[in-house]
Structure formats: structure tokens, C-alpha cells
């Protein structure tokens, strides 16, 4: 059990796990060690959210979009597809309330709303400037004649 912990592939699969042998009849001894797996799962957490952040830090100013896909529109994508990675591992990890209450799951929280609202301030500040440019753009082309005389 310890050495499947030591090498976790991911938070929610762990977390998982966790949740299964929770439910299966077995010695009191391997029920609290099972328990006592929460730290390194939320550890585990930590390290997705900093990858998250690392990997959202470095495409910043080149987001990764795909093929025919507008820039600005392809940009908030990419940034909430990173955003939802990690959510679904919190809202996994609310469903156990003891998880998140605990010292080191108050500082991973904290660290994911951290990386969530730096995600949120990137989108909404592109949206903006995407705003600002399409009216004024809009009203530059509005104003132009349709049909020329020639």
C-alpha cells in the first residue's frame, strides 16, 4: 500500500482508491493506513496544480491552439481546458469533506485558486482587448459603402 502511494500517477485516480477500499470490508490496521494516504494524495494535487501552472506560465504569450481555430477564442480554450484538469480533482475531493480540511488540503486549495484565478484574469482580460478591437473595427467597416460606383 505504501509503495503504490510513493508512486502516484495522478490525485483523482488515487483518491479513487481511496474511496473503494474505504467501502470494503477489511482489518481496522489497513482502513487507517488507507487513511492516512490523504497528504500524499493531496501532495500529489500540488504537483498537478504546479505542472498546470508551469505549463499555463509558459504558453501564455503563445497559447498552443488548434488548426483553423480563432486566436482569442483558442487561447481561452486551451487556458480553461488546463482550469478544468485540476477542478475536476477539487470537486472529486469535495465529495470527502475531511479532505480538504486539514492543513496541508487548506494550503492546497489555496494554491489552486491561486493558478484558477491567474487562468480566469488571462481570459477575461483577452476577452476585453478581443472587445475593444472587434467595436472598434465594427464601426471603421460599418461605415464604409457596400456597393462602389464604378
Not at 503563445?62 to 482550469?83: D, E, M
Request: positive net charge; proline residues 3%.
Amino acid at each position: 500500500i505504501d509503495d503504490s502511494f510513493k508512486t502516484l500517477r495522478s490525485a483523482e485516480g488515487a483518491f479513487d482508491m481511496i474511496l473503494n477500499f474505504r467501502h470494503i470490508r477489511s482489518r481496522e490496521a489497513i482502513n487507517s493506513q488507507m487513511m492516512k494516504k490523504f497528504n500524499e494524495i493531496l501532495t500529489q494535487f500540488m504537483k498537478e496544480v504546479d505542472l498546470m501552472d508551469s505549463m499555463f506560465k509558459d504558453g501564455i504569450n503563445n497559447p498552443p491552439i488548434y488548426k483553423n481555430q480563432p486566436p482569442v477564442a483558442g487561447a481561452i480554450a486551451w487556458s480553461r481546458s488546463l482550469f478544468h484538469r485540476n477542478k475536476r480533482t477539487v470537486l472529486r475531493f469535495k465529495t470527502l469533506e475531511e479532505m480538504l480540511q486539514g492543513e496541508l488540503g487548506v494550503v492546497a486549495k489555496e494554491h489552486y485558486l491561486n493558478t484558477a484565478r491567474q487562468m480566469k484574469a488571462f481570459e477575461d482580460k483577452l476577452y476585453e482587448n478581443w472587445l475593444q478591437n472587434v467595436e472598434n473595427t465594427l464601426n471603421t467597416h460599418l461605415k464604409k459603402p457596400i456597393l462602389a460606383i464604378g
